[in-house]
């Protein structure tokens, strides 16, 4: 399933700044403070900007057949590809593809993740920029990885980023009956708001475990103290 366009707003956002047709900033509401701005240029980012762990993420991706999931603005596909990688852009959103298409990567797939039928097996699914909260709940951890040894070739890999967002609590506001790291959001632009969305945070201790339990590895590649964000990569035990 894809985003209809009229209802993507993050999609007509990336689109509009890429054909230089913006229309004020893409902003995201959140429940537990004030809206923030989502400086769009961050989709459109040149190698030499790429953080460290999204500049490790792409170092691990050296295996030949790449999945992009959630690419966006295509900008760590069209890097993958120009070192000669066999790479596959994923993304829900009709506008990024347009996108992604016109910037030139050659392989573009608009499709939801979970149902999407490629005719070949992946030796590597990248997911960046906090990519995997597409999955909403830690509910959903399980069908993910599930669903990426489909599509993985046997000694495939995932790498992805993540973030551990309880420093963000104190044990006071912590619901018993929700993991903490799953986040209600939507987006506005041009005036106009979407619907509320689910995102999902993991922090590490559960990522591995709900990993191990389905038959992950989970290792640590890259940690940044200060802001919680920490990189990995899982391979099948």
Not at 33 to 42: D, F, Q, S, T
Not at 101 to 122: L, M, N, T
Request: hydrophobic share 35%; with cysteine; proline share 2%.
């Amino acid at each position: 399933m894809t985003v209809d366009k009229k209802y993507d707003i993050h999609g007509k956002a990336i689109s509009d700044y890429f054909n230089k047709t913006q229309k004020g900033p893409l902003k995201i509401h959140n429940y537990y403070g004030e809206a923030e701005e989502m400086p769009l240029i961050h989709y459109f980012k040149d190698p030499e900007d790429f953080s460290s762990i999204e500049q490790e993420a792409l170092l691990e991706s050296t295996r030949e057949k790449i999945l992009d999931v959630g690419a966006a603005a295509g900008t760590h596909a069209l890097f993958l590809q120009s070192k000669g990688y066999d790479v596959t852009a994923l993304d829900a959103s009709s506008h990024c593809c347009e996108v992604m298409k016109k910037r030139g990567i050659k392989k573009v797939v608009c499709a939801d993740f979970f149902y999407f039928q490629p005719s070949e097996k992946f030796d590597t699914i990248l997911l960046l920029m906090n990519g995997i909260g597409f999955i909403e709940k830690l509910s959903n951890l399980e069908r993910f990885l599930d669903r990426c040894n489909e599509l993985l070739t046997e000694d495939g890999i995932i790498i992805f980023d993540s973030s551990d967002i309880s420093y963000l609590y104190d044990e006071t506001d912590l619901d018993p009956g929700k993991y903490f790291g799953e986040i209600d959001y939507r987006y506005e632009y041009n005036g106009e708001k979407g619907e509320w969305f689910k995102w999902l945070y993991l922090d590490l201790k559960t990522l591995k475990k709900t990993a191990s339990k389905k038959g992950w590895k989970t290792d640590l590649i890259e940690e940044d103290e200060e802001t919680a964000q920490y990189l990995v990569k899982l391979e099948k035990q």
